[in-house]
């Protein structure tokens, strides 16, 4: 029995090569088709990262912390005690990589030539850091000091529209817990780069120390922000925040930013339509080779069971015909796909659409992120999907009946 499979196999692999020509010119719609699926796939799961990514490290973390009634009206009045016992109690989760406290409210920003509209956010250097993309994006200059450091620290784009540079000084002002106005003067002591130009106009950041000083608020902040381990905690932490603090505020990423939630669940839904695409596209030129491969040897088909082959060999032999096509032309693909996404290197450049990136909080440099999970699942499409319909011909071989084959012209 060993040694009639294994006849079956040589069998097989020998018949493929009968005609190299069409054998190569399906192998290369195998190979055009795997690529295109797992190269694609990377492309969007490196989009669908960085979005998140993104969103993640641009001030939102996985969860944040408000007085209530904040996100529908920001004022300055609604603000978190940071002292309160239970507050303390309930960020020392061993999920909670990383939390930030911080004052968030609006603000003018003006220089010698000209003012700007900016959201004036208060931040404790040494928390934020490893929070969002503040510390890391600082180009020119220097990140603060200490939680008492008297600088500011703007966008690039922001500095270039107010006209002016890293070193001079600029004016703050703003609406202190009393309702008054507050204003004072800063030297730029950082600019930050981070290739999104609304990130750059958007924001100007001081220390938490100087805004709660400049807008009278003791110990009070607008919002905490809270940072996981991993994503897939959320939910989990989201729950015993809103169980350990009754009276704030706790919402999550997803809530925070639908946009992004939308997107990853877009992508998430899309990718598995492509490949459908892709696989019809391939599924056509394989279903018909191996059918013209079935009816030039119907009269070797028949011979054979006239000697006996039963038809189930039959249809083994053909179907693993199309085994053997279907994994040499995978394995091919899956080759040519990783020296693809190896040659990208850090990504492709689409600075050419960056309007249009910038509002999915998209970069300019979108990277290729090949996981083993895209690989695995655009290889089963193929090979699941490619077996099944060369079921058809195997069948339609398996079924000749030997006087009729034998005597087909």
Known sequence: ???????????????????????????????????????????????????????????????QIHAPGYLEDPVIDRVLDTQQPALKTALLAPEIQHTAARVRVPAVVASERDSQGVTLLGID???????????????????FEGNQDGGIILGKKLVERL???????????????????????????????????AQETSYAFITLGTAQQM?????????????????????????????????LDV?????????????????????????????????????????????????EFGLFQALGLKPNFILLQVWLESLLLLTTGLAIG????????????????????????????LSKIIPFVLTTDDLVVANAVVLI?????????????ARLVPAHAITRV
């Open 125 to 143: 250097p040494a928390a934020e850091a490893d929070m969002s993309f503040i510390r890391k994006s600082v180009t020119l200059g220097k990140y």
């Open 251 to 299: 919402k999550p990423w997803y809530t925070l930013d639908a946009l992004t939630k939308l997107f990853q669940d877009t992508w998430e839904g899309s990718a598995f339509v492509w490949y459908l695409i892709v696989f019809l596209a391939m599924g056509f030129g394989i279903v018909n080779t191996i059918l013209m491969a079935v009816f030039e040897r119907t009269r």
């Open 385 to 397: 999907l490619g077996l099944l319909t060369c079921l058809y011909p195997a069948w339609r071989a």
């Open 334 to 361: 899956n080759l040519v796909s990783w020296l693809t996404v190896l040659a990208t290197g850090d990504g492709i450049d689409v600075s050419a659409f960056s309007q249009g990136m910038e509002m999915v909080k």
């Open 1 to 63: 029995m060993k040694q009639g499979y294994t006849l079956i196999f040589a069998l097989a692999w020998r018949n493929l090569w009968r005609n190299p020509r069409r054998t190569i010119v399906i192998l290369f719609a195998i190979v055009l088709g795997a690529w295109a699926m797992i190269v694609m796939a990377a492309y969007s799961r490196g989009m669908s990262q960085q979005v998140f990514n993104n969103a993640i490290d641009n001030l939102l973390g996985h969860i």
């Open 215 to 247: 807008l009278d608020l003791g110990t009070n902040v607008s919002e905490i922000a809270v940072k996981l381990s991993h994503a897939d905690h959320t939910d989990k932490i989201l729950g015993g925040l809103r169980a350990g603090l009754p009276g």
């Open 163 to 197: 006209e002016t540079s890293l070193g001079r000084r600029v004016v703050l002002m703003t609406q202190n817990s009393q309702n008054k106005i507050a204003d004072r003067g800063f030297r730029i002591v950082g600019i930050f780069d981070t290739m999104i130009d």
